[in-house]
């Protein structure tokens, strides 16, 4: 079992606080990961092999899938899984515009229609309630981000879906080991999409992902596109990519993977303790800290609070001037981005996501985050509000 440090921190001498520290995560690995390293060296397999399979097995356990193959990147994982259920131009696949670019660009680039859907302004992921109003003839799957590491709602989605005849396709990149209802992320739909990249709770050395299903002729697809369409050697039986995931990476994961689990305990731990300081605050209600849906299993890739009111950019840098590290995820909507400014979008079909938008922050969530630099990150951030609330004042 893993134990993440959680004390031995004085508070008088914490003077930063960093958004990620993937370094003092990955160090007490340091020794088992050269080990494997040297292995595979001396093997000389770097692509594909003993360790990707090892940890394709791992991902399916944990996703509670039939099925895991391995790919080159999160974003790859995408087209790969839009690919095998075969979208083309003139398709629509729902997915929404609160998300990282990976997720409408796999869509954009086998020539189909992204169809941007609002979000829920509690949870921040796709709202079930306006998906039946999206659906034309031309609608093919339906893609929920499981954003900062909470699932969709997903039942109501299964259901629109299973109604009309449409692929569900997960993207977990920020969720893997989270869960609705007992089910994890990645056993739903058609598809799971996983990333390893670095930030994410799952992280190795670089790029690196995963799909996951249940079906056993879509696993069979998805390892013959990630690899040029190809089998056996040199004959192509599709126009595939190159998207396979190296043995160094899986080496990383396959150690990573095993403590899993005791990293989601401390990020629920931190994000419990983030509620409890801002209460004591008495900043709770200025800066909405988000919550657990009811019968979920969040894995808090990111904390994100809410700072309305146009302050949000003034916050962000006020911490950054006393060294507490946040970002914004997302500050643009895939709608509003240059290259997606000629999907359509229906006028004020899209509000909760342009506010969140305009007012989410992320806050230092990492595993290894002590309970002072927690406080310290708290206490900064109710002294910046107050001064902002004082500056407001004089000025009215």
Not at 86 to 103: K, L, Q, R, W, Y
Request: net charge negative; charged share 20%.
């Amino acid at each position: 079992m893993t134990v993440i440090p959680d004390v031995n921190s004085r508070m008088d001498l914490i003077t930063s606080v960093p958004l990620l520290d993937v370094g003092r995560g990955n160090s007490p690995l340091k020794a088992e990961i050269m080990s494997a390293f040297s292995e595979i060296i001396d093997s000389g397999w770097f692509v594909g092999g003993p360790h990707v399979k090892s940890l394709e097995q791992a991902v399916a356990q944990v996703s509670g899938a039939d099925h895991a193959v391995g790919c080159a990147s999160g974003s790859e994982a995408l087209l790969l899984a839009l690919m095998a259920i075969n979208i083309e131009p003139g398709d629509e696949v729902i997915c929404p515009s609160f998300t990282f670019f990976a997720t409408t660009s796999a869509i954009s680039r086998l020539g189909a229609t992204p169809v941007f859907v609002d979000i829920d302004p509690k949870t921040f992921n796709v709202n079930p309630a306006k998906l039946e109003a999206l659906i034309t003839e031309r609608t093919k799957a339906i893609i929920p981000v499981h954003l900062f590491g909470q699932c969709c709602d997903m039942d109501p989605i299964l259901k629109v879906a299973t109604d009309h005849g449409l692929r569900v396709i997960e993207d977990c990149a920020q969720s893997i080991g989270a869960s609705d209802k007992g089910r994890p992320a990645g056993s739903m739909g058609t598809i799971g999409c996983f990333s390893f990249y670095p930030t994410k709770n799952l992280g190795g050395f670089g790029d690196g992902g995963m799909l996951t299903t249940n079906d056993p002729k879509v696993a069979d697809r998805l390892r013959l596109l990630a690899n040029h369409g190809m089998k056996p050697r040199y004959y192509h039986r599709e126009v595939g990519i190159n998207s396979r995931l190296d043995a160094m990476q899986a080496a990383v994961l396959g150690i990573k993977i095993k403590h899993l689990a005791d990293y989601g305990i401390a990020r629920r731990r931190n994000a419990m303790r983030y509620r409890d300081l801002m209460a004591r605050a008495g900043i709770a209600s200025i800066v909405c800290p988000p919550n657990e849906s009811t019968d979920c299993c969040h894995v808090w890739n990111q904390f994100t609070i809410r700072i309305p009111d146009g302050k949000r950019d003034q916050v962000r840098e006020r911490l950054a001037a006393v060294n507490v590290g946040s970002e914004i995820y997302y500050p643009v909507p895939m709608h509003q981005q240059e290259c997606f400014l000629d999907v359509p979008v229906a006028l004020g079909s899209l509000n909760q996501t342009e506010r969140a938008a305009a007012e989410v922050l992320s806050l230092p969530i990492f595993p290894e985050l002590t309970a002072p630099e927690q406080q310290y990150v708290v206490d900064c951030l109710a002294r910046v509000l107050a001064d902002l609330a004082i500056e407001a004042s004089r000025a009215a």
